[in-house]
């Protein structure tokens, strides 16, 4: 090849000093190949497209036909590698040996000038441009004339074809770029080159994207893109024959359930918990009659069995998408998925990760997904979701949480934005999806992840180690936890029990309030999982930004200091009522730990005291067994409660700190808005003297205090927390490893002094002196 390319995934080039080309003699500036050349080459291609071998073979032909029809001496395909490095693939022309040996460095040459700018380009003397270069290895003669055409795929260059040495009209242009759309669909299939390092090649088309959505889990994975496209294209929506539609239908619709019963099968290692629930729930929607029986009455009327499950699909949708109801347009996901199920079985295709050959780790992408869709991929590695729709409480992101998947929604336009193969980051923890990363951030990111894993197997080595401090001053370490799935962390980190069980969050996952007996069964299974374990229940903590979806709400200017949690139980009293009863007859011969939350002064947690008293005193005189012993505790978040402790600790068996909210009011400051994200400093003189004051008075009434907001689980934050005299701390599980290894490597003593030294500066924040003080003192963070 005479010519050197740039940025292009692959190339091809012709050449042709003599003989006949498609249409009139060469070198007349209206030379054009004729459209029934034109039309008899692209029926060749498809043929070669269409015809058995390997890629490679198919790739070597299309070089040859090219060649031939075009009447070109040479034609060869240049393909882009990682290092933006291209690598001659197939030949007409050129020595054979050069093929896999000749490779060019992007930015060389007329190929690379093609490829660089993603333009065709035509030279009648292509030595005089000042980017020509000569490669003698090839073998090819010297040439003047050029053509070359960039084969374009997702706003991607995927392949260039060139053609030399003679002059070439518009019309031929447009014929090779046609002939380009056919052989990217070759170069984009991931038979020639690996699709992760197709991705990895960047140009100029190839710009690192960062796309923002919203966390459904938390953590971080690389790998290359699988989109999910389960949608197909009906052909045929008049039915010949309906008794023969009516027997496609009822196979499709028992192959459907057959393979969701094997799903079933193969997830029973997730355990009971809302996983497993919100299979069998989905069991029963590909059973329901009334869906069933739609899609039969419209194969009766005409429609082929394709068209009837397409029709009902759309009525479905239409119907659900007019709804308020929040939780009911999230189940519209569930039957999406049903609906692209059966119609791939009515095609006798496969299914999600069943069809096509898949990379072993990759980034799953789609606009939206149910629970069944995602376990088709789950016997693969998926190491991320990204998805357009979906919140936290989807059913696919509650069993993405189950496989500790890292899952982001409502990225928008990420199906479009998103080619396959694309190298994507998923961070979970910042709701961040990065796009074809350069190559500094992409190694960043691998060693990241890789840290990360050498870090959590670390921790994993810390399970059955106790917290505690150099000084001997044992930490007691709980998790919070709002699922059933959740509790299966608890053995898993070592933790000694749970300190927060959001109880409104497996609420949020329902189409309907449960009664007495349900949340009394579910109740009874987290007892059953955490064993010898405690279990802290707190009492629902609904409104604000956790809205029942069955339940009517009107909105509020400031719904966090509105009507939510205990104003809402007390004003509401059967509801809470009803959960109190449940948790009573779930602890029978077992010890009940529930708080309230949202406490604001003693009266309310008198009212809310006398409920539970009143379902005790129900439950003895109905012959239920009571529990072991009832500790009663409150949540202190609002800063009024402050002035009334000498009167609550009187009246409580423990208290837990929530410093999520007790921050926001304590400083006048919405933890939601941006612009005051990082204002005030939780590690500041004003929380330091607040928690001083909290300690001192729960250690005179000998009361239990902990920590069970976002700050016992940041490392700094816990350090100063354990300083001051914190014994107990309620985290995450994923955060738990990170604090007990500080534990381990703090000095209590030694630190509470530094503390008495600093708290009374008044600086805006003490983290940096918190942070140098760990540096100094070898503390782990």
């Given at each position: ?13 012709a ?6 080309p498609l249409?009139p ?21 498809r043929?070669?497209?269409a015809?058995a071998?390997t890629?490679?073979?198919r790739?070597?032909?299309i070089v ?9 001496e040479v ?12 690598e ?14 000749t490779k060019?460095?992007?930015g ?5 000038v093609i ?5 065709p380009l035509?030279?009648a ?6 980017d ?7 073998g090819?003669?010297?040439y003047?004339?050029?053509m070359?055409?960039p084969?374009l ?5 995927l ?11 518009e ?11 056919i052989v990217a669909?070759?170069i ?18 190839l ?10 889990n938390a953590?971080?994975?690389i ?6 496209m389960?949608k ?8 010949e ?8 239908l009822?196979?499709a619709?028992?192959?459907?359930q ?5 799903l ?18 989905y ?5 329901d009659?009334g ?6 009455e ?5 429609l082929t ?23 009911l347009?999230?189940r ?7 609906a692209?199920?059966?119609q791939h079985?009515?095609a ?6 069943e ?30 979701l ?10 696919v ?17 990420a199906?479009?934005?998103i ?12 709701a ?13 990111i ?7 894993t ?8 810390l399970?059955?180690?106790?917290a505690?401090t150099l000084?001997g001053?044992?930490i007691r ?6 699922l059933l799935?959740d ?5 898993a980190?070592?933790a000694?029990?749970v ?7 497996p609420?949020l996952?329902?189409?309907a309030f ?21 279990i802290?229940?707190r009492?629902?903590?609904i ?10 709400h009107?909105?509020?200017d400031?719904p ?13 009293p059967?509801?809470?009522r ?22 604001a ?11 539970l008293?009143?379902?005790?005193h ?9 529990p072991r012993s ?5 949540m202190?978040e ?5 002035w ?14 929530g ?7 304590l400083?006048a400051?919405?933890r939601?808005?941006p612009?005051l ?6 590690l500041?003189?004003p929380?330091?003297a607040?928690?001083r ?12 205090l ?12 816990a350090?100063?927390?354990?300083g001051?005299g ?7 599980a ?8 500080m534990?381990?490597?703090?000095d209590?003593?030694g ?16 983290r ?6 760990a540096?100094?003192?070898a503390?782990?963070?």
């Amino acid at each position: 090849m005479n010519d050197v390319p740039a940025s292009a995934p692959a190339a091809a080039a012709a050449s042709s000093p003599g003989g006949q080309p498609l249409g009139p003699r060469p070198g007349s500036p209206s030379a054009s190949a004729p459209p029934t050349g034109t039309r008899r080459l692209l029926r060749r291609l498809r043929d070669v497209m269409a015809a058995a071998g390997t890629a490679q073979e198919r790739l070597d032909r299309i070089v040859r036909l090219v060649a031939a029809e075009m009447v070109a001496e040479v034609c060869s395909t240049y393909v882009l590698r990682a290092g933006e490095v291209l690598e001659l693939f197939a030949t007409e022309g050129l020595r054979p040996e050069a093929v896999h040996r000749t490779k060019l460095r992007v930015g060389e040459g007329l190929v690379g000038v093609i490829a660089a700018t993603a333009r065709p380009l035509a030279l009648a003397d292509a030595q005089a441009h000042p980017d020509f270069a000569y490669r003698p290895e090839t073998g090819e003669e010297i040439y003047h004339s050029l053509m070359g055409v960039p084969i374009l795929r997702g706003g991607r260059v995927l392949v260039v074809i060139i053609r030399t040495p003679r002059r070439y009209a518009e019309d031929e242009i447009e014929t090779a770029q046609t002939i380009a759309m056919i052989v990217a669909e070759l170069i984009a299939s991931g038979e020639l080159v690996n699709p992760v390092e197709m991705a990895q090649s960047s140009s100029g088309a190839l710009l690192p994207v960062r796309l923002d959505g919203i966390r459904l889990n938390a953590g971080l994975a690389i790998g290359p893109a699988v989109l999910h496209m389960p949608k197909l294209v009906i052909r045929q929506v008049v039915a010949e024959d309906i008794d023969a539609e009516l027997q496609r239908l009822r196979r499709a619709v028992s192959a459907m359930q057959s393979s969701i019963d094997d799903l079933i099968a193969a997830s029973r290692g997730l355990g009971a918990g809302e996983p497993r629930d919100i299979l069998e729930t989905y069991r029963m929607f590909a059973a329901d009659r009334g869906w069933l029986g739609r899609i039969t009455e419209a194969v009766q009327s005409g429609l082929t069995a394709e068209a009837a499950v397409q029709k009902i699909r759309e009525e479905t949708r239409t119907r659900m998408m007019q709804m308020a109801d929040p939780y009911l347009r999230e189940r519209l996901l569930d039957l999406e998925d049903l609906a692209n199920r059966l119609q791939h079985y009515l095609a006798g295709g496969l299914v999600g990760a069943e069809a096509g050959n898949l990379p072993a780790e990759f980034i799953l992408v789609a606009q939206s997904m149910g629970p069944a869709e995602l376990l088709d991929y789950a016997h693969r590695r998926v190491r991320g979701l990204v998805l357009e729709e979906g919140s936290p409480t989807a059913h696919v992101a509650i069993v993405a949480r189950a496989f500790d998947i890292p899952v982001i929604g409502r990225v928008e336009d990420a199906t479009s934005r998103i080619e396959p193969g694309d190298v994507v980051v998923v961070d979970g923890d910042h709701a961040q999806v990065l796009i074809r990363p350069s190559e500094d951030i992409h190694q960043s990111i691998i060693e990241t992840v890789a840290q990360r894993t050498r870090r959590r197997a670390y921790y994993g080595t810390l399970r059955d180690q106790p917290a505690v401090t150099l000084d001997g001053v044992p930490i007691r370490l709980l998790l919070n936890a709002g699922l059933l799935v959740d509790l299966v962390q608890v053995a898993a980190t070592g933790a000694e029990g749970v300190g927060l069980f959001r109880t409104e969050i497996p609420l949020l996952t329902r189409d309907a309030f449960p009664d007495v007996a349900d949340q009394a069964a579910f109740y009874r299974r987290a007892y059953e999982q955490m064993g010898d374990r405690p279990i802290v229940f707190r009492t629902l903590d609904i409104g604000g930004d956790k809205v029942l979806p069955y339940l009517s709400h009107t909105a509020e200017d400031n719904p966090a200091m509105g009507w939510r949690a205990i104003r809402i139980g007390l004003d509401r009293p059967a509801m809470l009522r009803q959960q109190l009863r449940a948790l009573l007859r779930a602890a029978t011969d077992r010890d009940l730990w529930v708080k309230f939350p949202m406490i604001a002064e003693v009266a309310e947690l008198e009212r809310a005291r006398a409920l539970l008293d009143r379902e005790h005193h129900r439950m003895v005189a109905e012959g239920y067994a009571p529990p072991r012993s009832i500790n009663v505790g409150v949540m202190l978040e609002v800063p009024s409660l402050l002035w009334q402790l000498p009167t609550l600790l009187e009246r409580i068996d423990f208290l837990s700190i929530g410093t999520n909210d007790l921050a926001q009011f304590l400083f006048a400051c919405d933890r939601g808005n941006p612009r005051l994200a990082d204002r005030y400093d939780l590690l500041s003189a004003p929380m330091i003297a607040l928690f001083r004051d909290v300690i001192a008075k729960c250690t005179a009434a000998s009361v239990p205090l902990s920590i069970c907001g976002e700050m016992a689980g940041n490392p700094v934050e816990a350090m100063m927390l354990v300083g001051l005299g914190f014994r107990t701390l309620s985290l995450t599980a994923t955060a738990l490893g990170s604090v007990k290894t500080m534990i381990r490597s703090l000095d209590a003593g030694g630190l509470a002094r530094y503390l008495e030294e600093i708290e009374e500066r008044p600086d805006h924040s003490l983290r940096h002196r918190l942070e140098a003080y760990a540096r100094d003192h070898a503390v782990t963070l």
